[in-house]
């Protein structure tokens, strides 16, 4: 079996290319087929026409939560705090921006009003988020003060007034930057290949005779990571929470019964269906590290977009896909000036032979 690095998951993408705004029509996206011999340049919308009747699509029904807050410590420092996700106690956990970290016990005046008391790290002493618990209920405070979680290379998502929390996301992206059936809050990033499907296109789907099916993954603020050592199995993969409910795999068993294939809508859907197959365990936290080699257990096509260069996710494809397929579908995306990341186009995968 061949040994890649990290560097070998690299590529040179021109930054004009990165969509810093989503398709006017969510469908109109460009959708390249990455399955044939040859690549071919599509429009979203035509997917139903790669799709057979008794086909599963497993979409990811997580909500993003508006998980971006701001506020000040008690001597009148500003700070942000993106909240990674609600505890079971309903305290939350948080990554925080501010110039001078401050100690367990500040109160923390918050944006909106409301208060939040700094308890200490999570979820150890040493770990690399805050614990925190507001004056009030988490998921209603975001909702209300909070601000759309924009990934990091939108540039408009690091715009704003700290002071009030005034930023461009929270206008233009309330709709956008979430999917049409998302259903349960605790992301904070949207699974992306999902955001270009639309009520005609779901309409289309059903009239093919296409299945539908969802699971839930918490996308967390890790999936923006590029993996920083060489080699890839010293990097360190963070955790999120996922479910596959009673009738996902209901639906799953009675697509392989009836011959169809199971298609995942992104990435989130892949890692949480072979969490669930490699695990036995319906729900839970995974941080599931899939690397050329791996062997699917559920997933048999994917939807996705392109990715980060040196990212868990285009490790992700190319071990579906194969590397050398990859690496030159996204030389062929570059070249026609597909657009990349959160709000880019997409691609149709289905999975190379397993040895």
């Not at 506020?71 to 309903?90: F, H, N, Q």
């Not at 308890?119 to 909702?143: C, I, Q, T």
């Not at 929390?165 to 709709?175: L, M, N, S």
Request: net charge neutral; with cysteine.
């Amino acid at each position: 079996m061949t040994h890649f690095t990290t560097s070998d998951f690299d590529f040179a993408l021109p930054p004009e290319l990165i969509a810093q705004h989503p398709a006017a029509e969510r469908s109109a996206s460009r959708l390249l087929h990455g399955s044939g011999p040859q690549p071919v340049d599509r429009v979203f919308r035509d997917l139903p026409a790669l799709l057979n009747t008794g086909d599963l699509l497993v979409f990811n029904d997580t909500q993003v939560v508006n998980a971006r807050l701001f506020g000040e410590k008690p001597s009148g420092g500003k700070l942000e705090l993106l909240v990674e996700r609600v505890l079971a106690d309903g305290t939350v956990a948080a990554h925080m921006k501010v110039s001078k970290k401050p100690l367990p016990g500040a109160r923390l005046r918050m944006a909106g009003g409301f208060e939040a008391e700094l308890l200490g790290r999570w979820p150890n002493a040493d770990g690399p988020l805050f614990h925190l618990r507001f004056s009030g209920d988490a998921y209603e405070l975001m909702a209300l003060h909070g601000h759309v979680p924009l990934p990091p290379y939108i540039e408009r998502a690091q715009a704003g007034d700290a002071a009030t929390g005034d930023t461009p996301a929270r206008r233009e992206d309330q709709a956008r930057y979430q999917t049409v059936f998302a259903k349960h809050p605790g992301a904070v990033a949207a699974p992306t290949a999902a955001l270009h499907f639309d009520e005609a296109l779901l309409a289309a789907l059903d009239a093919r005779g296409v299945q539908r099916a969802a699971v839930t993954l918490h996308v967390g603020a890790g999936t923006f990571q590029p993996v920083k050592t060489e080699a890839i199995d010293q990097h360190v993969m963070h955790f999120e929470r996922y479910r596959v409910p009673p009738e996902t795999q209901a639906a799953i068993a009675a697509c392989r019964a009836r011959g169809g294939r199971v298609v995942a809508v992104g990435t989130t859907s892949v890692r949480t269906l072979e969490s669930w197959a490699a695990s036995g365990q319906a729900e839970g936290d995974t941080n599931i590290f899939i690397t050329p080699g791996f062997r699917f257990q559920v997933v048999d096509a994917l939807i996705t977009n392109f990715h980060l260069p040196r990212s868990t996710l285009m490790m992700l494809v190319s071990a579906l896909a194969g590397h050398a397929h990859i690496m030159a579908l996204y030389r062929h995306a570059i070249a026609q000036r597909y657009r990349f990341f959160s709000y880019g186009d997409a691609m149709w995968l289905e999975r190379a032979a397993q040895a």
